[in-house]
């Protein structure tokens, strides 16, 4: 059983920068493929990043690419997602998911969901 706490959102103007948290219970974190999602109002929830259980592979869907990094530090028990040049498309609740398999993950079939953190960017 793994256990996952976003943190790290809030209120930005367009053109500034969060750090999203991700902590995870559980010793076998460190066997888990992560990502990132958001749900904007109205909106299907959508893949944003995904890191392997590793860190050495990451993915990205297309309109962040070159803005948010995802990352991980096992050791820790935790993952980020850096998020730069925000823009108000941006704004939804962010949730982080974690699965054996980053296939899966990345498809939006992780085994264990956190409770999301709401991000809003103002223009």
């Known amino acids: 059983q793994v256990q996952l706490v976003e943190s790290g959102g809030g209120l930005v103007q367009a053109g500034g920068s969060l750090r999203l948290s991700c902590a995870a219970s559980g010793r076998t974190f460190s066997s888990y493929a992560m990502g990132w999602f958001r749900r904007a109002p109205g909106k299907e929830r959508e893949f944003v990043a995904g890191?392997?259980?590793?860190?050495?592979?990451?993915y990205y869907q297309d309109s962040v690419k070159g803005r948010f990094t995802i990352s991980r530090d096992n050791a820790k028990n935790t993952v980020y997602l850096q998020m730069n040049s925000l823009k108000p498309e941006d704004t939804a609740v962010y949730y982080c998911a974690a699965g054996l398999h980053v296939q899966k993950v990345v498809g939006g079939e992780g085994d264990y969901w956190g409770q999301g953190t709401q991000v809003t960017v103002s223009s």
């Open positions: 890191i392997v259980w590793s860190g050495s592979s990451t």
